[in-house]
């Protein structure tokens, strides 16, 4: 099997970073966050944004959020104009929110499957 990663860590949450910056990166993403679906950041990948922002509004938006217009009024106003784009993954047994700013990352199922394999034993929750 043929190793493309260029940058590696043996440091999950370090693993992490450098996975979403890749996942952003080839999908022309401008920021990749990854959260427990309750906002609190895991991980993330985009330095002109607000990971935590963009964390807490995707698990919103992915768990359901506030009835009615009110979340989509809070998501446009806090993305200034920019698209987000968030899903439900389970990462360790727990379901996770992957958001990202701009585009969608593609292979959902995939993405999560290495989101596992790269956090293994840490934390979640």
Known sequence: MI?????RSRV???????????????????????????????GGAGADHDLERIAALGAACAGGGAAGGSLDAVVDHEMRGEDLYAS???????????ASVGARLPRQRALAADLDRILGAAPTR
């Open 12 to 42: 999950p949450r370090e693993a992490l970073t450098l996975y979403l910056e890749a996942a952003a990166a080839r999908s022309g993403a401008a920021a990749a966050a990854l959260a427990t679906s309750d906002g609190r950041l895991l």
């Open 3 to 7: 190793d493309r990663r260029m940058r």
């Open 88 to 98: 439900t993954v389970t990462v360790g047994g727990a379901p996770c929110c992957l």
